[in-house]
């Protein structure tokens, strides 16, 4: 079974501080994501990259950076938490699109971070 | 991608049969429709996908119309490990799950 693993579930953060969010996929996928889910407005993709180093601006990447430097690996970095910032956090994984094959996405279990 | 419509809440009792429908009057011919849920507290589980042909798996069944405008998900035998939100999502056959637009999806609940 394909595992996407968050690295934490719960965290607490204070305002401005640097938070790093840690995902890890053990499937060999090309694609990864991250999402934030909030109450009424459903998940938002805040980025997304397709490879090694490479990254593309999501719906809402206003705050946030990521980085990938190994396949398996995508992390996101709020560089100065604030208070709108809390939120569910989850991270997602899919294969690349292998000619006209289209793959669905996995998911990690999700970090809630509260921003105080 | 084309968006979808479900409605916001449902209710099915435990061991009958849930009827999710989902429109999407605006698909086009190349987009695929998924079906996602989400158990509280969980990230989203993919359920079942498929182009224009019925599909069932060990999980669920979905019946697509002919036309294409709209689709509904079969939970045959209800549980209450079934109570989730469950999202319905149309894609281009070749995206790459960058552009999956999420609605609010059906809660459903299962009762005993």
């Known amino acids: 079974d394909v595992k996407v693993t968050q690295s934490s579930r719960y965290l607490v953060k204070r305002t401005g501080e640097k938070v790093f969010l840690e995902c890890v996929q053990d499937m060999d996928h090309e694609n990864m994501f991250w999402y934030r889910q909030d109450p009424g407005l459903g998940l938002r993709l805040i980025y997304f990259s397709y490879d090694v180093k490479m990254k593309e601006k999501g719906d809402i990447p206003e705050g946030y950076s990521v980085s990938r430097e190994k396949k398996e690996r995508f992390s996101l970095i709020l560089e100065s938490a604030s208070t709108n910032q809390t939120s569910m956090y989850l991270c997602?994984?899919?294969?690349?699109?292998?000619?006209?094959?289209?793959?669905?996405?996995?998911f990690g279990q999700g970090t809630r971070l509260t921003v105080v | 991608d084309a968006k979808t419509t479900q409605p916001p809440s449902m209710d099915c009792a435990e061991g009958r049969a849930a009827n999710l429908p989902c429109n999407h009057s605006t698909i086009s011919g190349n987009e695929y429709v998924y079906w996602y849920r989400q158990i509280h507290s969980q990230g989203p589980q993919y359920i079942i996908h498929g182009l224009k042909n019925n599909e069932t798996n060990e999980m669920a069944s979905q019946i697509i119309t002919e036309d294409r405008k709209s689709s509904t998900l079969i939970l045959p035998h209800a549980t209450l490990r079934d109570t989730a939100v469950y999202y319905c999502?149309?894609?281009?056959?070749?995206?790459?799950?960058?552009?999956?637009?999420w609605g609010l999806g059906t809660s459903l609940a299962v009762n005993p």
């Open positions: 997602a994984s899919s294969l690349g699109v292998l000619g006209q094959r289209v793959t669905e996405a996995f």
């Open positions: 999502i149309v894609r281009s056959r070749a995206g790459n799950n960058r552009k999956l637009i």
